[in-house]
T-cell receptor, first 113, second 116 residues
Protein backbone atom coordinates (compact mmCIF):
# COMPACT_ATOMS: atom_id res chain seq x y z
CA UNK A 1 0.00 0.00 0.00
CA UNK A 2 1.12 3.50 -0.74
CA UNK A 3 2.17 5.65 2.19
CA UNK A 4 2.98 9.33 2.50
CA UNK A 5 5.16 10.69 5.29
CA UNK A 6 5.58 14.28 6.40
CA UNK A 7 8.25 14.32 9.08
CA UNK A 8 7.80 17.93 10.14
CA UNK A 9 4.68 18.39 12.30
CA UNK A 10 5.37 22.12 12.57
CA UNK A 11 7.50 24.66 10.74
CA UNK A 12 7.90 28.38 11.10
CA UNK A 13 9.44 31.04 8.89
CA UNK A 14 9.93 34.77 8.91
CA UNK A 15 7.78 36.75 6.55
CA UNK A 16 9.47 37.21 3.14
CA UNK A 17 11.84 34.30 3.78
CA UNK A 18 11.87 30.89 2.10
CA UNK A 19 10.73 27.65 3.69
CA UNK A 20 10.81 24.05 2.51
CA UNK A 21 8.34 21.39 3.62
CA UNK A 22 9.37 17.76 3.31
CA UNK A 23 7.42 14.78 2.04
CA UNK A 24 8.41 11.24 1.23
CA UNK A 25 6.26 8.48 -0.16
CA UNK A 26 6.41 4.81 -0.83
CA UNK A 27 5.05 3.11 -3.93
CA UNK A 28 5.99 0.43 -6.42
CA UNK A 29 4.15 2.22 -9.21
CA UNK A 30 5.89 4.31 -11.85
CA UNK A 31 2.97 6.46 -13.00
CA UNK A 32 1.22 8.54 -10.37
CA UNK A 33 0.47 12.07 -9.21
CA UNK A 34 1.68 14.00 -6.19
CA UNK A 35 0.02 17.01 -4.65
CA UNK A 36 0.46 19.66 -2.02
CA UNK A 37 -2.75 20.91 -0.45
CA UNK A 38 -3.11 23.90 1.82
CA UNK A 39 -5.73 23.95 4.57
CA UNK A 40 -6.06 27.41 6.15
CA UNK A 41 -8.09 28.08 9.30
CA UNK A 42 -11.25 28.06 7.17
CA UNK A 43 -10.45 24.35 6.62
CA UNK A 44 -11.11 24.58 2.89
CA UNK A 45 -8.73 22.25 1.07
CA UNK A 46 -6.85 24.26 -1.55
CA UNK A 47 -4.69 22.65 -4.22
CA UNK A 48 -1.29 24.35 -4.18
CA UNK A 49 0.61 22.36 -6.76
CA UNK A 50 0.46 19.09 -8.67
CA UNK A 51 3.26 16.96 -10.10
CA UNK A 52 2.93 14.17 -12.62
CA UNK A 53 5.46 11.43 -11.96
CA UNK A 54 6.41 10.93 -15.59
CA UNK A 55 7.38 14.58 -15.95
CA UNK A 56 10.96 15.24 -14.92
CA UNK A 57 10.48 18.98 -14.74
CA UNK A 58 9.56 20.25 -11.30
CA UNK A 59 6.16 21.93 -11.10
CA UNK A 60 5.97 25.60 -10.14
CA UNK A 61 3.08 27.92 -9.29
CA UNK A 62 4.18 31.47 -8.65
CA UNK A 63 5.96 31.45 -5.25
CA UNK A 64 5.44 27.70 -4.83
CA UNK A 65 7.73 25.11 -6.35
CA UNK A 66 8.55 21.49 -5.74
CA UNK A 67 11.69 19.41 -5.72
CA UNK A 68 10.58 16.06 -7.09
CA UNK A 69 13.13 13.31 -6.69
CA UNK A 70 11.49 10.20 -8.15
CA UNK A 71 14.26 7.75 -7.36
CA UNK A 72 14.42 8.93 -3.78
CA UNK A 73 10.61 9.12 -3.57
CA UNK A 74 10.82 12.63 -2.23
CA UNK A 75 8.50 15.55 -2.98
CA UNK A 76 9.32 18.73 -1.07
CA UNK A 77 7.50 22.06 -1.33
CA UNK A 78 9.38 25.33 -1.38
CA UNK A 79 7.56 28.53 -0.55
CA UNK A 80 9.45 31.66 -1.53
CA UNK A 81 8.83 35.15 -0.19
CA UNK A 82 6.55 33.78 2.53
CA UNK A 83 3.43 35.81 3.25
CA UNK A 84 1.16 35.90 6.28
CA UNK A 85 -1.57 34.32 4.18
CA UNK A 86 0.58 31.25 3.69
CA UNK A 87 0.02 30.23 7.30
CA UNK A 88 -1.89 26.94 7.20
CA UNK A 89 -1.71 23.18 7.43
CA UNK A 90 -0.01 21.71 4.40
CA UNK A 91 -0.74 18.17 3.29
CA UNK A 92 1.27 16.14 0.84
CA UNK A 93 -0.80 13.58 -1.08
CA UNK A 94 -0.34 10.75 -3.54
CA UNK A 95 -2.68 9.15 -6.04
CA UNK A 96 -2.27 6.47 -8.66
CA UNK A 97 -4.99 6.02 -11.26
CA UNK A 98 -8.37 5.38 -9.72
CA UNK A 99 -6.90 4.43 -6.36
CA UNK A 100 -7.74 6.52 -3.34
CA UNK A 101 -5.90 9.71 -2.53
CA UNK A 102 -3.42 9.10 0.29
CA UNK A 103 -2.55 12.02 2.57
CA UNK A 104 0.45 12.66 4.76
CA UNK A 105 0.07 13.67 8.39
CA UNK A 106 0.37 17.36 7.63
CA UNK A 107 2.76 20.17 8.52
CA UNK A 108 1.53 23.26 10.32
CA UNK A 109 3.27 26.33 8.90
CA UNK A 110 3.51 29.52 10.93
CA UNK A 111 4.60 32.79 9.39
CA UNK A 112 6.31 35.20 11.79
CA UNK A 113 5.84 38.89 10.94
CA UNK B 1 -11.58 25.53 -11.54
CA UNK B 2 -14.43 23.18 -10.81
CA UNK B 3 -16.63 23.93 -7.81
CA UNK B 4 -17.93 21.55 -5.21
CA UNK B 5 -20.59 22.81 -2.84
CA UNK B 6 -21.06 21.20 0.57
CA UNK B 7 -23.94 21.96 2.92
CA UNK B 8 -24.43 22.67 5.69
CA UNK B 9 -21.19 24.29 6.83
CA UNK B 10 -21.97 23.44 10.41
CA UNK B 11 -24.71 21.63 12.24
CA UNK B 12 -25.55 21.01 15.86
CA UNK B 13 -27.88 18.17 16.71
CA UNK B 14 -29.11 16.21 19.69
CA UNK B 15 -27.83 12.75 20.41
CA UNK B 16 -29.94 10.10 18.70
CA UNK B 17 -31.00 12.21 15.76
CA UNK B 18 -29.86 11.89 12.15
CA UNK B 19 -28.04 14.49 10.11
CA UNK B 20 -27.71 14.72 6.34
CA UNK B 21 -24.78 16.41 4.60
CA UNK B 22 -24.92 17.23 0.90
CA UNK B 23 -22.07 17.39 -1.60
CA UNK B 24 -22.76 18.82 -5.05
CA UNK B 25 -20.55 19.25 -8.08
CA UNK B 26 -21.77 22.51 -9.58
CA UNK B 27 -20.16 22.62 -13.02
CA UNK B 28 -19.18 19.06 -13.81
CA UNK B 29 -20.53 15.57 -13.51
CA UNK B 30 -19.02 13.38 -10.85
CA UNK B 31 -19.64 9.68 -11.01
CA UNK B 32 -17.38 9.27 -8.01
CA UNK B 33 -17.25 11.28 -4.82
CA UNK B 34 -15.37 10.70 -1.63
CA UNK B 35 -16.23 11.35 2.01
CA UNK B 36 -13.55 12.14 4.58
CA UNK B 37 -13.50 12.73 8.28
CA UNK B 38 -10.99 14.99 9.97
CA UNK B 39 -10.27 15.25 13.67
CA UNK B 40 -8.61 18.37 15.09
CA UNK B 41 -4.98 18.75 14.08
CA UNK B 42 -5.06 15.50 12.12
CA UNK B 43 -5.06 14.52 8.48
CA UNK B 44 -8.06 13.58 6.38
CA UNK B 45 -9.27 10.04 6.79
CA UNK B 46 -11.17 8.49 3.91
CA UNK B 47 -14.47 7.06 5.07
CA UNK B 48 -16.05 5.87 1.85
CA UNK B 49 -16.18 6.14 -1.90
CA UNK B 50 -19.53 7.11 -3.32
CA UNK B 51 -20.41 5.81 -6.78
CA UNK B 52 -23.33 7.13 -8.78
CA UNK B 53 -26.03 4.51 -9.17
CA UNK B 54 -24.38 1.88 -7.03
CA UNK B 55 -23.52 1.11 -3.45
CA UNK B 56 -20.79 3.02 -1.71
CA UNK B 57 -17.50 1.37 -0.84
CA UNK B 58 -16.59 1.84 2.81
CA UNK B 59 -13.12 1.84 4.31
CA UNK B 60 -12.26 -0.70 6.94
CA UNK B 61 -13.66 0.19 10.32
CA UNK B 62 -16.34 2.57 9.03
CA UNK B 63 -19.86 1.51 9.98
CA UNK B 64 -22.08 1.31 6.92
CA UNK B 65 -25.27 1.54 8.94
CA UNK B 66 -24.02 4.56 10.85
CA UNK B 67 -22.84 6.53 7.83
CA UNK B 68 -25.33 6.13 5.00
CA UNK B 69 -24.21 7.34 1.59
CA UNK B 70 -26.48 7.96 -1.37
CA UNK B 71 -25.25 9.04 -4.79
CA UNK B 72 -28.47 9.24 -6.76
CA UNK B 73 -27.35 11.65 -9.45
CA UNK B 74 -24.20 12.66 -11.28
CA UNK B 75 -23.92 15.84 -9.25
CA UNK B 76 -25.08 14.95 -5.76
CA UNK B 77 -23.88 12.67 -3.00
CA UNK B 78 -25.27 12.71 0.52
CA UNK B 79 -23.85 11.44 3.80
CA UNK B 80 -26.35 10.74 6.56
CA UNK B 81 -25.05 10.25 10.06
CA UNK B 82 -27.71 8.11 11.68
CA UNK B 83 -28.47 8.07 15.39
CA UNK B 84 -25.65 10.51 15.99
CA UNK B 85 -23.70 10.41 19.23
CA UNK B 86 -21.12 12.82 20.66
CA UNK B 87 -18.27 10.66 19.36
CA UNK B 88 -19.53 11.33 15.82
CA UNK B 89 -18.72 15.01 16.28
CA UNK B 90 -16.11 15.84 13.70
CA UNK B 91 -15.32 17.76 10.53
CA UNK B 92 -16.60 15.99 7.40
CA UNK B 93 -15.29 16.86 3.94
CA UNK B 94 -16.36 15.61 0.54
CA UNK B 95 -14.49 15.62 -2.73
CA UNK B 96 -15.70 15.01 -6.26
CA UNK B 97 -13.72 13.47 -9.08
CA UNK B 98 -13.75 14.97 -12.53
CA UNK B 99 -13.14 12.28 -15.10
CA UNK B 100 -12.20 8.67 -14.53
CA UNK B 101 -8.96 9.08 -12.65
CA UNK B 102 -8.26 10.61 -9.27
CA UNK B 103 -5.77 13.25 -10.33
CA UNK B 104 -8.59 15.76 -10.60
CA UNK B 105 -10.32 15.96 -7.26
CA UNK B 106 -12.17 19.00 -6.01
CA UNK B 107 -13.06 19.48 -2.37
CA UNK B 108 -16.12 20.84 -0.66
CA UNK B 109 -15.75 23.38 2.12
CA UNK B 110 -16.55 20.86 4.84
CA UNK B 111 -19.17 20.40 7.52
CA UNK B 112 -18.55 20.69 11.24
CA UNK B 113 -20.89 18.35 13.08
CA UNK B 114 -21.42 18.80 16.79
CA UNK B 115 -23.58 16.25 18.58
CA UNK B 116 -24.83 17.27 22.01
Amino acid sequence: AQTVTQSQPEMSVQEAETVTLSCTYDTSESDYYLFWYKQPPSRQMILVIRQEAYKQQNATENRFSVNFQKAAKSFSLKISDSQLGDAAMYFCAFVQGAQKLVFGQGTRLTINP
Amino acid sequence: GAVVSQHPSWVICKSGTSVKIECRSLDFQATTMFWYRQFPKQSLMLMATSNEGSKATYEQGVEKDKFLINHASLTLSTLTVTSAHPEDSSFYICSAREGSQNEKLFFGSGTQLSVL
